[in-house]
């Protein structure tokens, strides 16, 4: 059992980032983050691109454990936990089936439907499906005029549209049929929240403004217009209400360690209804679960060890 009587003590850490999915730079902006987070607490970490021969790397530098910070495929599908499981090195956050799980949107969204949890009704288009008038006319009688198009197995909304015609969807479906198969989601109008977790506890929830039509990848990494609320303007009770269905949404999908729960509250029946789980959501300085914590008295460099210290097997303990 290892001794954890000082950060060190976590033994040689690979922290794994920026991949080859099309969230690549938003990996590398948080893997130097979370680097610099790990430094300050004197933790023995190196950086690893997994886009090179990162096996090797990892071999040849006799890594003891994995901070995996990887958006997007081959990071947060469950790849990348495959591997390590089979390395035997433990690492950061959810299983490999967690986060199969949590990456595929409409997965997801299936079983918190049968679980009688709150989310918009949707439509699965498959990525060679033909999509066309006819069909999307179709769509739009059973779910509404306006909709949101989003490839299933992205993040960051990459390839997300809104459409507000058939003419609109034909053309969204075909834009997100590129990376894959497509969610196509009724709209919800409403504010938007996030709930992060770490360790089994829910921290403070954020909402979020933007000026922008809806939450897109411009407001949430480009745009300085966007404004962020923790607190987030809930009353005590929905506060507790919303981090009570974030942990049981996060736990049903087989997640674990850290991550982040989203929701849109329904602007006429107040209904929190999820929209995704994130298992390895954005770390830089001024995403959305840092600045959770922040408001939990927690800094970063703080976040990054306890997140660091979900690698732990039962019975290690970590007192940094």
Request: negative net charge.
């Amino acid at each position: 059992m290892i001794d954890k009587t000082k950060n060190t003590d976590f033994g040689k850490v690979a922290l794994l980032m920026g991949g080859t999915s099309a969230e690549r730079d938003i990996s590398l902006l948080s893997g130097e983050a979370i680097y610099q987070g790990l430094l300050e607490k004197n933790i023995d970490v190196i950086k690893i691109d997994t886009k090179e021969d990162f096996l090797l790397e990892i071999q040849n530098n006799a890594i003891d454990r994995a901070f995996i910070a990887l958006h997007g495929r081959g990071g947060e599908d469950g790849t990348i936990q495959g591997f390590l499981t089979m390395m035997g090195i433990p690492f950061t956050g959810s299983d490999m089936v967690g986060s199969a799980i949590s990456m595929n949107k409409i997965m997801s969204k299936r079983i918190w439907k049968q679980a009688g949890f709150n989310t918009a009704d949707f439509l699965q288009i498959l990525s060679n499906e033909k999509f066309e008038l006819g069909d999307a006319i179709r769509a739009i009688k059973k779910l509404g005029e306006i909709l949101f198009v989003k490839p299933a197995n992205e993040g960051s909304s990459v390839g997300m549209s809104k459409s507000a015609s058939a003419e609109d969807l034909v053309e969204a479906v075909t834009k997100a049929q590129a990376f894959g198969t497509v969610l196509v989601e009724q709209f919800v109008n409403g504010r938007e929240y996030t709930v992060g977790i770490v360790n089994g506890e829910a921290l403070p929830s954020i909402s979020m403004v933007t000026p922008n039509e809806y939450y897109d990848y411009d407001a949430k990494y480009l745009a300085d217009s966007t404004e962020y609320f923790c607190p987030s303007g809930l009353s005590e009770y929905e506060e507790e209400q919303l981090q009570s269905i974030a942990l049981a949404a996060f736990e049903i999908l087989g997640c674990s360690g850290w991550g982040r729960v989203d929701f849109i509250r329904d602007k006429n029946s107040n209904v929190f209804n999820l929209l995704e789980a994130n298992t390895i959501p954005g770390m830089t300085k001024t995403s959305l679960l840092p600045k959770a914590a922040r408001a939990n008295g927690m800094n970063f460099s703080q976040l990054v060890v306890s997140i660091l210290s979900t690698s732990l097997a039962e019975g290690e303990e970590c007192y940094g």
